[in-house]
């Protein structure tokens, strides 16, 4: 029975070859009219480049004959096929037909053609989408019962607006080992959004503070995980605070060893970040030992005199990605889009305020979120 059905499906396969190669239409239709746009078919076709074809080399064939319930034979185009001059926006970009050999021939076999002219391919690009905006925000509040909630609902409403929270429990790590219930059950709902990375506030009296102390606080947030037996207990970087503007090489080892201590303490990880404070454009040694530098932190009044003294000349040409820029006690009448476009200019991260503390949800940042969306 397998032999007679071999021989059969070859004597089919052969007839619709000689169809197929004098353009007849009576078992396999040798053209099919689509449009340019028309997507690739489930069987390989590919787009269509708009390009004339002046001639064409001469075909081959060849065909796959595959047993099993029934037969399928796939007859496929090694090389175009010879034509006279044509204009390829006339064809279809893809040729993918399929004709039944009847069941006296065969008991099941379909024949698929593929064919295209020469054409170039396109491939979709894919990636993840860049945040269309990024804001640092410290957030110094205590976590009494809902009072994260508003900083909860802001993150998660903006999934494009990438949100760098600082969180500081006593300013610093604290004392002990880990800081109270309330900030056990609220930090690893923040850290739950991907659009949000957590990092914890250290002091260092701009590089006079005993670097052992300021060790044992980085030490201490990063043995959070283990010691609450949560993993998204935890904070993923280091905000440190009080830096130096001005260029001291004993200070410049200072920061770059607590910037080396951060980046190798797993269980700030995986994104042990690194950002220091000195809350003006520092000498250009310190800007490359951390991650971000928070290039501005004052109220707004100061910072329109800033703009006016050119105060920022000196990090033009910086990676903005890596500067960051905080405005306070912003007034009400104040254009907030201007006021933002103004500190994107110099930064790619952004804090603005309305309020002159850390310690408030200020419901001015649903617009500036909203701004950084757009």
């Known amino acids: 029975m397998f032999q007679e059905n071999y021989s059969r499906a070859l004597v089919g396969l052969m007839g619709c070859m000689a169809l197929v190669q004098h353009g007849h239409s009576a078992c396999i239709p040798p053209y099919r009219l689509h449009g340019a746009d028309q997507e690739h078919s489930a069987y390989g076709g590919w787009r269509h480049s708009h390009t004339s074809v002046s001639k064409?080399?001469?075909?081959?064939?060849?065909?796959?004959?595959?047993?099993?319930?029934?037969?399928?034979?796939?007859?496929?185009?090694?090389?175009?096929?010879?034509?006279?001059?044509?204009?390829?926006?006339?064809?279809?970009?893809?040729?993918?037909?399929?004709?039944?050999?009847?069941?006296?021939?065969?008991?099941?076999?379909?024949?698929?053609?593929?064919?295209?002219?020469?054409?170039?391919?396109?491939?979709?690009?894919?990636?993840?989408?860049?945040?269309?905006?990024n804001i640092m925000i410290p957030w110094y509040l205590y976590p009494a019962e809902g009072a994260w909630t508003p900083m909860e609902e802001l993150i998660s409403s903006n999934p494009d607006v990438q949100f760098t929270i600082i969180i500081n429990p006593d300013n610093g790590s604290g004392s002990t080992t880990l800081p109270d219930e309330n900030f056990l059950a609220a930090v690893p709902r923040l850290t739950a959004y991907s659009n949000a990375l957590v990092i914890g506030y250290v002091r260092t009296g701009k590089g006079t503070r005993d670097i052992s102390e300021v060790e044992k606080e980085i030490n201490t947030y990063a043995g959070w995980p283990s010691a609450s037996g949560n993993s998204s207990f935890a904070v993923h970087g280091i905000f440190i605070d009080e830096a130096p503007s001005d260029y001291d090489a004993a200070a410049v080892t200072y920061y770059q060893q607590l910037a080396s201590l951060i980046r190798g303490s797993e269980g700030l990880g995986p994104n042990n970040h690194v950002v220091t404070n000195p809350g003006t454009v520092p000498d250009a040694a310190y800007l490359s030992i951390p991650d971000a530098t928070v290039i501005f932190e004052s109220p707004y009044s100061e910072f329109v005199r800033a703009l006016s003294s050119d105060q920022f000349q000196s990090i033009k040409g910086e990676d903005l990605s890596r500067l960051a820029s905080m405005v306070y006690d912003v007034p009400d009448n104040v254009d907030l889009s201007t006021l933002l476009s103004q500190l994107r200019a110099i930064s790619s991260q952004t804090y603005l305020s309305n309020l002159d503390t850390y310690q408030a949800f200020d419901s001015v940042w649903t617009k500036v979120v909203s701004l950084l969306s757009a």
């Open 56 to 133: 064409a080399p001469e075909s081959t064939y060849s065909a796959e004959v595959t047993y099993t319930n029934s037969v399928s034979i796939r007859l496929t185009e090694s090389v175009s096929v010879a034509v006279p001059t044509i204009d390829a926006s006339t064809l279809a970009p893809a040729i993918t037909e399929t004709a039944s050999i009847p069941s006296t021939v065969i008991p099941t076999a379909s024949v698929s053609v593929a064919t295209s002219t020469p054409t170039s391919s396109a491939t979709a690009a894919s990636g993840t989408s860049a945040s269309k905006g």
